[in-house]
């Protein structure tokens, strides 16, 4: 059975009661909750992680290396700043789906820049946890074909 891992950056543990004008009403465990769902209904296993530390998500994009078919992140906003996350996703030999909650490029200028987006196969933005299952759905669409 295919395995896709999605990852949740900084801050997202707070979905639900954080700017909800901007991220929506939804924990993030109701989404883990629809994610888990999706994945049932249509035949594969997901798995999800989320972390505030920059060193775990890295730590699980290597861990996942062998382990899944392919990665669904939000990296929030270490969208915008890490190199690092860059690289560590850049190692993978397995499709990337980039999403967020928020349109980013409707947001603030220095929102605008993804880091991460170059390694990804493609970025979803701006559907609220839309955005999630259309990645996990392209994630999908990209092992099954």
Do not use: W
């Not at 979803?124 to 946890?129: A, N, Q, T, Y």
């Amino acid at each position: 059975m295919k395995k896709i891992l999605v990852l949740h950056g900084p801050n997202l543990n707070l979905l639900g009661r954080r700017e909800k004008e901007i991220y929506g009403t939804l924990s993030l465990a109701e989404i883990d909750g629809r994610l888990a769902k999706f994945a049932q209904e249509n035949g594969f296993q997901v798995a999800t992680f989320q972390s505030n530390s920059e060193g775990d998500l890295i730590t699980s994009i290597h861990e996942a290396m062998g382990r899944y078919d392919a990665l669904v992140i939000n990296p929030a906003a270490y969208t915008h700043t890490s190199i690092a996350l860059r690289d560590a996703l850049a190692a993978l030999d397995i499709p990337v789906i980039e999403v967020h909650l928020s349109n980013i490029y409707r947001r603030e200028e220095f929102r605008q820049k993804s880091l991460t987006a170059p390694i990804a196969v493609g970025v979803i933005s701006g559907f609220g946890v839309h955005s999630y299952l259309l990645g996990l759905q392209a994630a999908f669409n990209c092992i099954s074909a």
